[in-house]
């Protein structure tokens, strides 16, 4: 089987799927986003975001991850505020964060103690 990948962060493009990482279960098709079995409440962009950087097999750009979850009408920045609010969410729901932030790259997954 071939896989395809971004030329840009390293998506896996065939495997749109269910990312199953650091306890992290993540499926934006489903609307679905767990961490060791507790859900997480996520919008559909966020739950994307999150998805494509866990996939990501490196740093992935702002504009990548634009492109990801938003339309033509809204601007790279607003990457910035779904990370922020994935973080709170995270955070309030007791659930380490698995993004870091590669200033002046983007944003790639870091691994969380299980």
């Avoid at 799927?17 to 961490?35: A, M, N, Q, T």
């Avoid at 634009?66 to 601007?75: G, L, W």
């Avoid at 922020?84 to 790259?105: F, H, M, N, Q, Y």
């Amino acid at each position: 089987m071939t896989v395809a990948c971004c030329p840009n962060c390293g998506f896996d493009i065939t495997k749109d799927d269910l990312v199953e990482r650091d306890g992290f279960k993540l499926h934006p098709r489903e609307g679905l986003g767990s961490y060791l079995g507790r859900s997480i409440g996520l919008t559909g962009s966020e739950l994307v975001l999150l998805h494509t950087i866990g996939q990501a097999k490196r740093t992935i750009s702002r504009e990548a991850l634009h492109n990801r979850v938003s339309d033509c009408e809204t601007f790279p920045e607003i990457v910035g505020t779904f990370v922020c609010k994935i973080r709170s969410k995270l955070r309030t729901a007791g659930v380490p964060d698995p993004i870091e932030t590669v200033r002046g790259k983007g944003y790639r997954w870091k691994s969380v103690a299980a």
